[in-house]
């Protein structure tokens, strides 16, 4: 399946509305280049430029990282044109979407873990632990390739509790 130009800027909207916050750019890659047939990398970067400079998106910093979120006018623009976006790729990217347990309205108390791009192929792992929608802790660990830091990403996420709970006995000792 091949989309016209814009379809792919629905499917941009679309993705960006099913989020309750900002969205990285890599994320945003990661959830619409899946298939070259849909929309390749190119693609995502000449219609994100577009739909930027139109007033539907804009690129705003969260989490210490560029972000893109949809506008007023590209919030009304989804709802109008959402049909356009076919069904496939509405249900893949409303369930990636969904799969992910982060939402800082609905849980204050999660846990974040991402991969950071830093450049000559080289990644992080990060995640950060909320409480009451604050961070208490965050820890960045350069993790090499990108196949590597999704890994640690994987077991900083499962293992959070423990190395907060690390932390604070290590530096309660420490005094």
């Known amino acids: 399946m091949f989309l016209e130009k814009d379809e792919m800027k629905f499917a941009i909207l679309y993705t960006l ?3 309750k916050y900002p969205v990285s750019l890599e994320r945003l890659t990661g959830l619409l280049t899946w298939d070259e047939n849909v929309m390749s990398y190119f ?3 000449i219609m994100l430029s577009e739909l930027i400079e139109d ?5 705003v910093y969260y989490r210490n990282e560029e972000c893109v979120r949809l506008t007023g006018k590209g919030v009304d623009t989804d709802e109008f044109f959402r049909g356009r976006v076919p069904g496939s790729i509405r249900r ?3 369930a990636a979407a969904e799969s992910e347990e982060f939402d800082e309205k609905t849980n204050p108390n999660g846990i974040v873990s991402e991969i950071i791009p830093i450049g000559g ?3 992080m792992a990060a995640v950060t632990m909320l409480d009451a929608g604050s961070p208490m802790l965050e820890l960045k660990i350069d ?5 590597e830091a999704s890994r640690t990403k994987d077991a900083l996420k499962r ?4 190395i907060y709970k690390y932390i604070c006995k290590t530096l309660d000792e420490s005094e």
Do not use: V
């Open 55 to 59: 007033g539907f998106t804009e690129r």
């Open 121 to 123: 192929g080289r990644y």
């Open 43 to 45: 693609d995502l970067t």
């Open 17 to 19: 509305k099913q989020y």
């Open 143 to 147: 993790a090499g390739y990108k196949y």
């Open 159 to 162: 293992k959070a509790g423990e």
């Open 92 to 94: 893949k990217i409303k």
